[in-house]
């Protein structure tokens, strides 16, 4: 006896199995061309972006308006500051003028000459003021106006006469505008 082993004659060659296509299941939303999902993807992005930047540019345009804001407020407070200085002015030849008229016993007496005299820390005219150093002066037998114009271009005006002393601004920078200044 043989040990071999044998289960007969050979198999023949078997045919290669053909495989069906299998159709690929359809989506929900039905077919699709290829690159529909880029381009929606491409369309949200543009959104996004147009709202980030309508975003950056609402916020640098109400940063801008305050930095705009804050320089009209500094300007302003220079503005007042010059003003200080020239109502300084006004005050103190105001009460150089009130100290030469007790001291005289008349207002004609208070002249630009008279008050460079009594008070020469500031100039003093005749004339229209030129700035808040320099002070118009006019007086008559009844008062003495006094205009002080400011670096912000506001005049000031003193005026005293026997009954009182009033002040406010004017336009014309002059000693006779301020004391033919009413109210």
């Given at each position: 006896?043989d040990?071999?082993?044998?289960?007969?004659?050979?198999?023949?060659r078997q045919?290669?199995?053909?495989?069906?296509?299998?159709a690929?299941?359809?989506?929900?939303?039905?077919?699709?061309?290829?690159?529909?999902?880029?381009?929606a993807?491409?369309v949200?992005?543009?959104v996004v972006?147009?709202?980030?930047?309508?975003?950056?540019m609402?916020?640098?345009k109400?940063?801008?308006e305050?930095?705009?804001s804050?320089?009209?407020t500094a300007v302003?407070?220079?503005g007042?500051?010059?003003?200080?200085?020239?109502?300084?002015?006004?005050?103190?030849a105001t009460?150089a003028a009130?100290?030469?008229?007790?001291?005289q016993?008349?207002?004609?007496?208070?002249?630009p000459?008279s008050?460079?005299?009594?008070?020469?820390?500031?100039?003093?005219?005749?004339?229209?003021s030129?700035?808040?150093?320099?002070?118009?002066?006019?007086?008559?037998?009844?008062?003495?106006?006094?205009a002080v114009?400011?670096?912000?271009?506001?005049?000031f005006?003193?005026?005293?006469?026997?009954?009182g002393s009033?002040?406010?601004?004017g336009?014309?920078?002059?000693g006779?505008?301020?004391?033919?200044?009413?109210?």
């Amino acid at each position: 006896m043989d040990d071999s082993f044998s289960f007969g004659r050979p198999a023949r060659r078997q045919a290669p199995i053909k495989r069906a296509r299998v159709a690929k299941p359809r989506s929900a939303e039905g077919s699709q061309r290829p690159g529909v999902g880029r381009v929606a993807l491409l369309v949200l992005v543009g959104v996004v972006a147009v709202v980030v930047i309508a975003g950056a540019m609402a916020f640098f345009k109400n940063s801008g308006e305050e930095i705009a804001s804050d320089q009209r407020t500094a300007v302003s407070q220079i503005g007042a500051a010059s003003d200080v200085d020239a109502k300084l002015t006004a005050q103190q030849a105001t009460a150089a003028a009130q100290q030469l008229y007790a001291e005289q016993g008349s207002f004609a007496a208070v002249t630009p000459a008279s008050l460079k005299r009594f008070e020469p820390s500031f100039g003093y005219t005749g004339s229209a003021s030129t700035g808040p150093k320099v002070i118009s002066v006019s007086s008559t037998a009844n008062g003495v106006g006094l205009a002080v114009l400011s670096d912000s271009g506001t005049c000031f005006y003193q005026r005293f006469t026997a009954s009182g002393s009033d002040q406010g601004t004017g336009t014309t920078c002059t000693g006779a505008a301020a004391l033919a200044a009413s109210g």
